[in-house]
């Protein structure tokens, strides 16, 4: 079910939204081959009225099963939206969709998500990437090389005061 509510609820006070929403509700189309989807948006939020709209506050979490794009170790990433706002404007070009008293929420959520996503997940930020079997073997990890840069060739240069 997505994440509805009723906007007569909101006559008189705001409304509270808590809860878990199912990832096949999202409808995420996601075709990432390093982000998989395996558990539920947990969401937490306060809807209110206002003059001519409706905010919408509160937080977003989604557990994110990744692989790392260096090493292709699994790992777990909580993406969470603490301080999640949406505003939906009643009146106007860009007035929300009502159907029948009732607002759907999840393509705002939907969107927030999207943008929220890792573009490049890593296991820690200073991952080295694979090791190759030699280097397995002896329990050490390469040493990085320092590659020279036209900066330092310039650097090396001798040039007359």
């Given at each position: ?11 008189g006070?705001?409304l ?11 409808d995420?189309d ?11 948006l947990?969401y937490d939020l ?17 557990p ?19 301080d ?9 070009d ?6 029948n ?11 927030d ?21 030699k280097?397995?073997?002896s ?15 310039l ?7």
């Amino acid at each position: 079910m997505p994440l509805l509510f009723n906007i007569r609820h909101l006559e008189g006070k705001d409304l509270r939204l808590k809860g878990e929403l199912p990832v096949v509700e999202l409808d995420l189309d996601l075709h990432d081959e390093v982000i998989h989807l395996n558990q539920p948006l947990v969401y937490d939020l306060r809807v209110e009225k206002l003059d001519k709209g409706i905010l919408v506050q509160g937080s977003l979490r989604l557990p994110l099963a990744c692989e790392c794009v260096r090493c292709l170790k699994p790992f777990q990433q909580q993406m969470a939206l603490e301080d999640w706002t949406c505003h939906l404007p009643l009146e106007g070009d860009e007035k929300i969709e009502v159907t029948n008293d009732v607002v759907d929420l999840t393509p705002y959520v939907r969107e927030d998500i999207l943008l929220a996503f890792p573009q490049h997940p890593l296991c820690e930020p200073e991952c080295r990437g694979l090791v190759n079997r030699k280097d397995r073997e002896s329990g050490s990890a390469p040493e990085p090389t320092l590659t020279s840069s036209a900066w330092a060739e310039l650097d090396k240069l001798k040039l007359r005061e």
